[in-house]
């Protein structure tokens, strides 16, 4: 039997960042993930601290975008590779009391560093009767790049298993797994956490998010747009267009509507011809009060959950990984918002 300090089961960004945080704090650890939940890999990849509908902040939003910069920065420097990319978000204007309402938030201090009041008239081939805002400190991360890099990585370590975690070989009496005895075990299974029979009973909500990536010459567009969806540049005339929110799934695999909506929507703000070069799907792991679930089971002490992100994981995982250490490791408490006691 191989003793590690801690298992982590999936490996989406929840479970990355937990494993990056054990790799700092100097503990054993085996990940098991069979990349059967893809919510992070199809993610839109945008980090982003302010709700560009309502023009405000996201919950503990700078305290969230500094702490992530610095761990994704310190992995692109384990890793060797490039996969965070600053860049500002243009917000297209449909009225002019959206303009009044980005003056109006602007003038908030906790507002003011992030939205510029120099408003861009306009962006060529993207039609707007309106102005532009620019979002500053926003960016894009390449999350297919970093979780296949990180995850060679741990194959290399011999801390990676690639294959589907079998609940019925785990023995919570014992603390064993398969040839693993373990300290702790913690659950990052997005959407899969529905199928845990130690946490499924959280209130955790699938919703279908899908994106199509366009292939547009003439474009030549920098930053990333937000109308009713988002435009990422991607490079090489390459844009990821998305994303669709449903709760009423019947599967993971793309769909015609989802493609039909988005391109529908498209086709009001591009002047330009394009054409659908990909389509990908993930089911998001979402909650009713939007905020995620971390914390311990109340009967097993040991078992644990690090899950329901949303569409806010790139900025939240990061410090997410660092609450939940702290919690196991030094009792410290974790904030009420995001603890699972909030259902107890």
């Given at each position: 039997?191989k ?18 945080k ?15 939940e ?13 709700i ?43 009225s ?73 070989e ?75 929110y ?85 009792q ?13």
């Open positions: 039997m003793k590690v300090d801690y298992i982590i089961v999936g490996f989406g960004l929840s479970g990355l960042h937990f494993a990056k054990l790799i700092d704090e100097n503990k054993s650890f085996v990940v098991f993930d069979d990349n059967s893809n919510a992070s890999l199809v993610a839109g990849g945008i980090f982003n601290p302010v560009l509908k309502r023009f405000n902040l996201a919950w503990n939003a700078d305290l969230l975008l500094t702490h992530a910069k610095e761990v994704y920065e310190s992995l692109e420097r384990l890793l060797g590779v490039k996969f965070l990319h600053s860049k500002p978000i243009y917000r297209r204007f449909n002019v009391e959206e303009q009044n309402d980005w003056f109006s938030a602007s003038d908030q201090s906790q507002l003011s560093k992030f939205l510029n009041t120099d408003l861009k008239k306009s962006i060529p081939y993207i039609q707007s009767e309106f102005s532009f805002g620019e979002v500053n400190k926003t960016g894009y991360l390449d999350t297919v790049l970093l979780i296949k890099s990180f995850k060679n990585y741990l194959q290399q370590q011999g801390n990676f298993i690639e294959e589907a975690f079998n609940y019925n785990l023995n919570s009496a014992k603390n064993s797994y398969k040839d693993f005895t373990f300290n702790k075990i913690v659950f990052c299974e997005g959407n899969g956490l529905s199928l845990n029979p130690f946490f499924n009973d959280l209130p955790l909500v699938g919703n279908k998010g899908e994106y199509v990536t366009i292939k547009c010459e003439g474009l030549n567009l920098e930053e990333m747009l937000k109308f009713s969806l988002f435009l990422i540049p991607l490079g090489n005339d390459l844009y990821k267009v998305g994303a669709t449903n709760r009423q799934f019947k599967d993971r695999e793309p769909s015609t509507s989802a493609k039909k909506q988005i391109l529908i929507k498209l086709d009001k703000v591009l002047e330009l011809p394009y054409e659908v070069v990909h389509q990908e799907a993930g089911i998001r792991p979402t909650t009713k009060d939007r905020r995620a679930l971390i914390g311990r089971h109340s009967e097993i002490k040991n078992f644990y959950v690090n899950n329901g992100y949303g569409s806010r994981g790139i900025l939240l995982a990061p410090s997410a990984a660092k609450w939940l250490f702290n919690f196991i490791e030094y410290q408490e974790l904030p009420k918002e995001i603890d699972i006691a909030r259902f107890n």
